[in-house]
C-alpha cells in the first residue's frame, strides 16, 4: 500500500474529533496509515466536553452508557481508561416520585437469572411507579415493541406517542416508564420521536439481553476519558493531530483529496492545503453538508433537515450530601436525571464548597421548554423542585446552581429521520461520512458516534488497500477491530480485544477492565488526581446572587 506522492503509507485525513472521527483515526492508525485528525476546537472529545471552572471540572452533559454499548466500551478499552468509569452490576434504577414526594420506585433487574426477555418481567410487575392494573399492560407492549421493523419507513415515519396511545400506554405509563425510558436516549418526548428508533433502544436496551441496560458513567470529567487519552493514543501511533483548525473546503483530485485548512478555529487564520489518499468527514450535519464534494451525496442540503435538539444541565452544589445513590430518576416532575458530580469533578479539592459539600447535575433532554429561559428562573425553578422531590436537599444549603446548554446536542429524533441519515459510505472512492447522526441504527449516542467510525474508517481504508476486520467481540461482548491484514513495517498496533477481554468478568460492579499497561497505555487513577491539561471553550452561566432561589444561595458574575 502506498499513499499520496508514493509515500509507503495512505494518508488519510479525519475532520471532526469527536468520538466518530476519533473512533476513525485510531482504527486507521492501528491499522498503519498516516492519519491527520483537523478539529476546530481547541481540545478533542467533540460534544463530550469538559471545562474548568474555578477548579471544578464541569462536564458540558452528563453523559451515560448501557453494558449493550459495546463499541463503546471497545474504544474506552482500546484507549485503557475502562477502569476510569464504573458500570453496574445489576440495572438499578431509583425514581423520585414526584406525585408522592418522599417516596421511590425501583426499575431493577432481579438477582434470579431470568433469560431475556424474560429478565424484564419481575423488573416491570414491581416498578411502583405504575399503578399494578399497568404493569403487565407495559410488559406486553415492550415485547411488541421489540418485534417492529426500525428500518420500515412506516415504522420509522411513525410517532412513538401514537404508538403508545394505540397499545393502551396511557398517560401514567408513557410518562412514568416509556419516558423514563426514551427521553434521554432520543432526546425528545413520545410524541415527538420516531417509533423505529423507539423499538431499537427497547429491543436492544431491554429484551435481547438480560444485562443489556446496565447503567455506565465516566468517574473522571469526559475530557480526560475521551479527549486526552485519545490525544495520547494517536500521538503513540504517530497520528499528526492538529486543533484549532477548521477546514474550509474539501476537493476531490486526480491523485486523492485536497483540504483547505485556516488555523485559528475560526477560519481567519493562516491557510493551508493538505493532501490526502482519503477522507473520513465526521463532523455535524451542517457542516457535512457544507464541506461535501461534488459526487459524496446527492441532496446534501437534505442533511439540514436532521434538525438539532437542545439538552440542559442544572448544576447545583449543596454544602452537604442530600443523595447516596450515584444517580436518581424523577418522574411527575420537570426533573428527569439527577447524577452525583462531586468525585468525577474533583470537587473536594476545587475550593469552592466546603467539606462535605456534594455536587449535583441535573440532565434535562429535550430541552426545549427551557434552552431559552434565564440562568436565573432555570435555577429557582430546579432547585425548588429538587427540594420538593429529594426531602434531604430541604435542609441543606445550596453553595452555587449554575447551566450549561447543549442547543445542538443531537439530531432530532423524529418520525422520518430514518431517510435522512447517511450512510458511511458515499458516492466517492475513499471518502466516508461519521457521525452520531450518519445511519448506524442506533440513536444519537456515544455508541452511534463510536459505531459510525469504525463503518467509516473501514470503508475508507479499503479503497486504500487496508482491510479492517469486524470487530471482535471480547468474552464480555465488548468489541473493537483486529485488522485483518498486519500492515507490515508501519509499526501498527493491532487493535483486537483478544488480550483486554481477560480483564473483567461480564457483571463484577466497577468496570475495572484492563491493567491499562497491557494495551501499552499507561495506569490512570480512577479518579481525577490531575484535571485534564486542555482548558475548553464552553462555559456555564452563573446564577446571580439576587435570584430568588432561596436565601443560602450564593453566586458570582456569570462566567
Ligand atoms: C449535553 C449532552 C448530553 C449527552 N448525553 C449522552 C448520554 O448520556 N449518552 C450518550 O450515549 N450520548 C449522549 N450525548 C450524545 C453524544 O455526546 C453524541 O452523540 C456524540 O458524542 C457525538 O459524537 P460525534 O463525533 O458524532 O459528533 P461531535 O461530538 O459533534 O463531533 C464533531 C466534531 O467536528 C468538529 N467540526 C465541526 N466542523 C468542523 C470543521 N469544519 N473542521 C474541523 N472540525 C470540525 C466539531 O468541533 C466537533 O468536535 C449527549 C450529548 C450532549 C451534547
Known amino acids: 500500500m502506498t499513499g499520496v506522492g508514493g509515500n509507503a503509507r495512505p494518508r488519510v485525513a479525519v475532520v471532526g474529533g469527536g468520538l466518530a472521527g476519533l473512533t476513525a483515526a485510531l482504527v486507521a492508525a492501528d491499522a498503519g496509515a498516516d492519519v491527520v485528525l483537523l478539529e476546530t476546537r481547541p481540545r478533542l472529545g467533540g460534544a463530550t466536553a469538559s471545562f474548568d471552572r474555578k477548579g471544578l471540572w464541569v462536564d458540558t452533559g452528563q453523559h451515560v452508557f448501557m453494558r449493550c454499548c459495546t463499541a463503546y466500551r471497545g474504544f474506552l478499552r482500546r484507549l485503557g481508561v475502562e477502569h476510569q468509569t464504573t458500570l453496574q452490576p445489576r440495572l438499578d434504577v431509583e425514581v423520585l416520585l414526584g406525585d408522592r414526594p418522599g417516596q421511590r420506585a425501583r426499575l431493577r433487574r432481579t438477582k434470579t437469572r431470568l433469560p431475556a426477555p424474560l429478565h424484564l418481567a419481575p423488573a416491570l410487575l414491581g416498578y411502583k411507579a405504575l399503578p399494578v392494573g399497568q404493569r403487565a399492560a407495559a410488559a406486553l407492549a415492550a415485547f411488541q415493541l421489540g418485534r417492529l421493523d426500525q428500518r420500515s419507513p412506516k415504522v420509522d415515519g411513525a410517532s412513538f406517542g401514537d404508538w403508545l396511545a394505540r397499545h393502551h400506554q396511557g398517560a401514567v405509563a408513557t410518562e412514568a416508564l416509556w419516558e423514563l425510558l426514551t427521553i434521554a436516549t432520543l432526546n425528545a418526548p413520545a410524541a415527538e420521536a420516531s417509533l423505529g428508533l423507539a423499538a431499537k433502544v427497547v429491543r436492544t436496551g431491554l429484551l435481547e439481553r438480560a ?129 452525583d458530580r462531586t468525585v468525577a469533578s ?87 461520512l461519521a457521525g452520531a447522526w450518519t445511519d448506524t441504527g442506533w440513536p444519537a449516542t456515544m455508541e452511534g458516534a463510536v459505531r459510525s467510525g469504525l463503518a467509516a474508517a473501514r470503508e475508507t481504508l479499503a479503497s486504500v488497500g487496508v482491510h479492517v476486520g469486524e470487530p471482535q467481540p471480547a468474552p464480555d461482548d465488548v468489541t473493537w477491530p483486529r485488522p485483518a491484514i498486519a500492515p507490515a513495517g508501519t509499526g501498527a498496533v493491532a487493535g483486537g480485544l483478544s488480550a483486554p477481554a481477560q480483564g473483567r468478568p461480564a457483571d463484577s460492579g466497577k468496570a475495572s477492565g484492563v491493567p491499562a499497561a497491557s494495551l501499552g497505555a499507561p495506569a490512570q487513577p480512577a479518579v481525577p488526581a490531575a484535571p485534564p491539561a486542555a482548558r475548553a471553550e464552553p462555559a456555564a452561566e452563573t446564577v446571580p446572587a439576587a435570584s430568588p432561589i432561596s436565601p443560602n444561595t450564593t453566586g458570582s458574575s456569570p462566567a
Do not use: C
Not at 480526560?224 to 495520547?232: C, D, T, V
Open 211 to 339: 444485562d443489556a441496560a446496565d447503567i455506565g458513567w465516566a468517574d473522571v470529567p469526559l475530557q480526560q476519558l475521551h479527549g486526552e487519552a485519545a490525544a495520547k493514543a494517536l500521538a503513540d501511533l504517530g497520528a499528526d493531530v492538529r486543533t484549532s483548525v477548521k477546514v474550509r473546503e474539501i476537493t476531490r483530485t486526480d491523485a486523492g483529496y485536497e483540504l483547505a485548512i485556516t488555523s485559528g478555529g475560526t477560519g481567519r487564520g493562516a491557510s493551508a492545503v493538505v493532501t490526502v489518499d482519503a477522507v473520513v468527514l465526521a463532523v455535524p450535519p451542517p457542516a457535512a453538508a457544507a464541506l461535501l464534494p461534488a459526487g459524496a451525496h446527492p441532496d446534501p442540503a437534505s442533511l439540514e433537515g436532521l434538525g438539532a435538539s437542545p439538552i440542559v444541565n442544572v448544576h447545583m452544589i449543596f454544602d452537604r450530601r442530600v443523595m447516596d445513590q450515584p444517580f436518581l430518576a424523577a418522574t411527575s416532575s420537570p426533573v428527569q436525571w439527577i447524577f
Open 346 to 432: 474533583g470537587l473536594a479539592g476545587a475550593g469552592v464548597a466546603p467539606p462535605g459539600s456534594q455536587y449535583l447535575a441535573l440532565s434535562q433532554s429535550a430541552a426545549a421548554p427551557w434552552v431559552d429561559r434565564p440562568a436565573g428562573e432555570l435555577g429557582a425553578e430546579f432547585v425548588a423542585e429538587v427540594r420538593r422531590i429529594l426531602p434531604a436537599a430541604r435542609a441543606a444549603e445550596l453553595v452555587e446552581v449554575f447551566v450549561t446548554r447543549e442547543r445542538t446536542a443531537t439530531f432530532r429524533q423524529a418520525p422520518g429521520s430514518l431517510a435522512l441519515r447517511a450512510a458511511a459510505k458515499t458516492g466517492l472512492p475513499g471518502f466516508a
